[in-house]
């Protein structure tokens, strides 16, 4: 059975840092894609990056510079690195894998993802 298991939020101040984490098990981080999505109150979920399994990435035009994905497969663990947090980046964050052996471009929304985790809470405060 596959988990994905977040860690790491917390509530800040604008400018802050924080690093999330996601341990997987029953899953390899190496068989497909992997991304971090959020929800803020009462929006859509959004994807904020996303690793290839060549490690190759993409980001969110909106964390873009701010925040890096990435991920240890030995230890089996998505990590997203969130730097000069602002208020707006207060969301509920996800991770989510995607098992594929096509291209991790085709995934983009959260319903394309076949494993999600139970999400963390990031607050940013003025």
């Known amino acids: 059975q596959v988990q994905l298991v977040e860690s790491g939020g917390g509530s800040v101040q604008t400018g802050g840092s924080l690093r999330l984490s996601c341990a997987a098990s029953?899953?390899?981080?190496?068989?497909?894609?992997m991304a971090w999505f959020r929800q803020g109150s009462g929006q859509e979920y959004v994807r904020v990056a996303r690793?290839?399994?060549?490690?190759?990435?993409s980001y969110a035009d909106s964390v873009m510079g701010r925040f890096t994905i990435s991920k240890d497969n030995a230890k089996n663990t998505l990590y997203l690195q969130m730097n000069r947090l602002k208020p707006e980046d207060t969301a509920m964050y996800y991770c989510?894998?995607?098992?594929?052996?096509?291209?991790?471009?085709?995934?983009?929304?959260?319903?394309?993802?076949?494993?999600r985790g139970q999400g963390t809470q990031v607050t940013v405060s003025s």
């Open positions: 029953g899953y390899s981080l190496s068989s497909g894609c």
């Open positions: 989510a894998a995607r098992s594929t052996s096509a291209s991790c471009s085709f995934y983009s929304a959260w319903s394309s993802y076949n494993y």
């Open positions: 690793i290839n399994r060549d490690g190759s990435t």
